[in-house]
Every structure is written in C-alpha cells, then in structure tokens.
C-alpha cells in the first residue's frame, strides 16, 4: 500500500476531491419518486394507501347505505348485489360500515403519531440538549412508560378513561410518545456534538434560536419515519381497544367493532369478521411497506 502521508499523493487526492462534484442534497419530489417507486412492492402499498385515504375522505359519497341503519327483513344475508359483504345481525349493511370505519382509522392513524411525535420530540430534545437534571427527569418518564408494552399501556389507560374519541386520541399518543422522545433523545445528543452546533453555542446564538434552526431540522428524518412506521400501530391498537370495547363505542362503526360483533353472530354470518380483519390487515401492510421505504429513502448508509 503507497504512503499516503507523500507531499505527491496529498496533492494528487486533492485535486481527484476538486474534480469530484458534490452531490446535491434530494429535491421533496426526488425523495417521493425514490420512495413510492424503489420496488413494485412499494408502488402496490401506496396505492393502496392513496385508495384508502379517498375511500376514508369520501366515505359519506361513496357508502351505499346509512351505516346505522338497521333493518330486520335484512338481518345476515350473504354477499348480493344489493349488499356486496352481506349484512350483520341487525340488518346493517357491512361494507357501509367498512367504508366510515376507515374514518377512524385515517384520524386515530394520522393524528395520534403526530401528537405523539411532537410530545415525545419536545421531551427528547429537552433532555438530549440540556442534560443534568431535565435528561434525568424525562429518562425516568420515558423508562417508566416504556415498562409496559404499548398496547397494555393503551389497554389501562382506555379502561381509566373511557372509551371517547379525544380519549382514544389520548391513549395512543400517550403509548407512543416514549418512543419518539428516545429517538429524539438520541438524535439530539449526536447533533449537539456537530461542530455547527457547538460554534453557535461558542458565538452566544440564543438556545431556542440553536434548536429550532439546527438541531430540530437534523433530527427530523428519524421521526419522520417512525411516524410513518407507528401510523400502522395506531390503526392496529385501535381496532384492537374497539373489539375489546374500549376504543369506540357502537353503534358508530370501526374495524375493530365490527369484527367484535361479527365475532358474537359468527354461526350466522362470518362475512363481518372475514371483511374487518382483510380491512386491517392490508391498510396496515401497505403502511408498513411504506414506512420502510421511507426508512431506506432518508438512511444515509442504505444509500451510500
């Protein structure tokens, strides 16, 4: 191996680093195309994902019938042109309320991460950035939350609460929220240490000024991808707290209650349970499938 410690070969790597151009940092729309169009697999997932959100936003067009409403004459009939997943034992028509159910899939999928992620992320930052006593203090929370399982810890704070909408909202963030401040922790040590960081310090740039302009847009690619991993896990838990009767409450309609009530008529009609669990199971794999291309989209060693 040559002595690379040669005033010749210094000269010669810097004129080879001159030559080479610096790649530019991705455009938002390059990121998009590398992550929806990576692998076939990736496409399927976000169109499947694009069909769920506009059957969700247009549920209220697009549902045939009222989801609500019941009918004896229609009570656990097959799968027929007038109802195309049959109906439950009162009469209601399945794939109404699949359709609406999906309305609280989106929101609890959607904002529960969110809120989780800006929770956690202001907690994580704190104690990443400050140390001492607050990192102490937020280390303690988060070790303690995260004793517990997050779909246990949903599970006792649903039965201490209820079963309310803002309350589902309140137990998902809540289990999601230590995740994203030991993310947020982590990242923000590893960006304090960047020489940037420590020079705006050394220059008496005021902290908030230091937070918000180099540390937050550092640590946004993980959090980003963790919400789009736990937007499947919030759908998931939901369903899960609706078919133990702690999510929400009928006879409005969710994916984990309607397989609850196909589950007590399942010698009638199995179709509910058979609908409810194909719902869930492929909105959260395309989600999954997203979020790991996401993942592999923003992780520099995967791309290197």
Do not use: C
Not at 153 to 178: C, D, Q, R, Y
Not at 271 to 298: C, E, H, K, Q, Y
């Amino acid at each position: 191996m040559s002595d690379v410690n040669a005033p010749a070969d210094i000269d010669r790597l810097g004129a080879m680093v001159a030559r080479e151009p610096i790649a530019p940092e991705p455009r938002f729309r390059d990121l998009v195309v590398r992550v929806i169009f990576a692998r076939a697999s990736t496409s399927i997932a976000a169109i499947v994902v694009v069909i769920f959100f506009v059957i969700a936003a247009g549920a209220t067009w697009i549902a045939p019938y009222d989801p609500l409403e019941q009918s004896f004459i229609a009570v656990n009939q097959l799968p027929s042109w007038q109802h195309w997943i049959g109906t439950d034992q009162f009469g209601r028509d399945v794939l109404s309320r699949l359709i609406y159910g999906s309305q609280n899939s989106l929101v609890f999928g959607a904002l529960s991460p969110l809120f989780a992620a800006i929770i956690g992320g202001i907690l994580g930052v704190s104690a990443g950035f400050f140390g001492g006593v607050t990192d102490r203090i937020v280390r303690r929370i988060i070790d303690m939350l995260m004793a517990f399982p997050e779909l246990l810890l949903a599970i006792l704070i649903a039965a201490a609460l209820g079963g309310s909408f803002w309350n589902v909202i309140i137990v998902l963030t809540v289990a999601f929220t230590p995740g994203f401040a030991r993310v947020a922790r982590a990242s923000t040590l590893a960006v304090k240490q960047e020489p940037y960081v420590e020079a705006a310090v050394a220059a008496g740039v005021r902290t908030p000024v230091i937070i918000f302009r180099h540390v937050v847009p550092n640590i946004l690619a993980p959090i980003v991808v963790l919400m789009t991993l736990w937007s499947a896990s919030a759908i998931r838990v939901e369903a899960t707290l609706a078919f133990l009767g702690l999510g929400t409450q009928p006879p409005h309609p969710s994916w984990g209650n309607i397989i609850r009530d196909g589950l007590e008529n399942m010698f009638a009609t199995s179709w509910p349970i058979l609908a409810g669990g194909f719902a869930i199971t492929v909105v959260v794999l395309a989600i999954s499938i997203l979020g790991d291309s996401v993942r592999d989209a923003l992780d520099p060693e995967v791309n290197q």
